[in-house]
């Protein structure tokens, strides 16, 4: 069963900040929670992850709920480039390697 | 910034043929990993592989692969008897530390005919 789910599409306008909700909460205390993205057929681009605290790297800043049942990646002013699958994740049911959803598909308009 | 390189970009084989996929890892990451994405599907793990042994894998990953660090640098996907249904993106991750953000290839494209 997935760990995270997410809303399966979102829009935001160019030049304004998008913030992409994830649930997860069955993840255990120790486990991460890990963005990644997909534009078009390219692999997978890591974007940022956090156990508890808020994370904040040159690409985006990860907000983390207390309980941790949830969190919001922030991209502070979205571009049309920023157009891709964002996928929330957390390490497999029986192992530490990632398993992908469906994502979230967010399309940057003009 | 240190990449992910994979080759062949581009593979056709005919069905029931052998193919190895390429790939260098970013020289300092410990884990290595390969994933496959068929067309419109979503991205699936199949292996992981640490200290020259395969840490985990996806019921995916059946006797009809393989994976194996020849060297100091490369990480190879070995394909046997390839099938229809094997035509997909693989990709291959490595990563400095398990809990760490993978690094993603850019991907080969197995086209089986």
């Known amino acids: 069963d997935a760990k995270t789910t997410q809303p399966t599409s979102m829009d935001c306008a160019e030049g304004r900040a998008a913030n992409l909700p994830c649930n997860h909460s069955?993840?255990?205390?120790?486990?991460?929670v890990y963005w990644y993205r997909q534009i078009h057929s390219q692999g997978p681009q890591y974007i940022i992850h956090?156990?508890?605290n808020n994370e904040t790297n040159e690409m985006a800043s990860l907000i983390i709920t207390e309980d941790r049942k949830s969190s919001t990646l922030i991209l502070p002013h979205a571009t049309l480039r920023d157009t891709a699958v964002y996928y929330c994740e957390s390490t497999g049911n029986s192992g530490y390697a990632l398993n992908f959803g469906k994502g979230t598909s967010l399309l940057v308009t003009p | 910034e240190p990449e992910v390189t994979q080759t062949p970009s581009h593979q056709v084989t005919q069905m029931g043929q052998e193919v190895i996929l390429r790939c260098v890892p970013i020289s300092n990451h410990l884990y290595f990993y390969w994933y496959r994405q068929i067309l419109g599907q979503k991205v699936e793990f199949l292996v992981s592989?640490?200290?020259?042994?395969?840490?985990?894998k996806s019921e995916i990953f059946d006797d009809q692969f393989s994976v194996e660090r020849p060297d100091g640098s490369n990480f190879t996907l070995k394909i046997r008897s390839t099938k229809l249904e094997d035509s997909a993106m693989y990709f291959c991750?490595?990563?400095?530390?398990?809990?760490?953000?993978?690094?993603f290839g850019s991907g080969t494209r197995l086209t089986v005919v």
């Open positions: 069955t993840i255990s205390g120790n486990e991460y």
């Open positions: 592989f640490y200290n020259n042994e395969i840490s985990e």
């Open positions: 991750a490595s990563s400095e530390d398990r809990d760490y953000g993978y690094t």
């Open positions: 956090g156990l508890k």
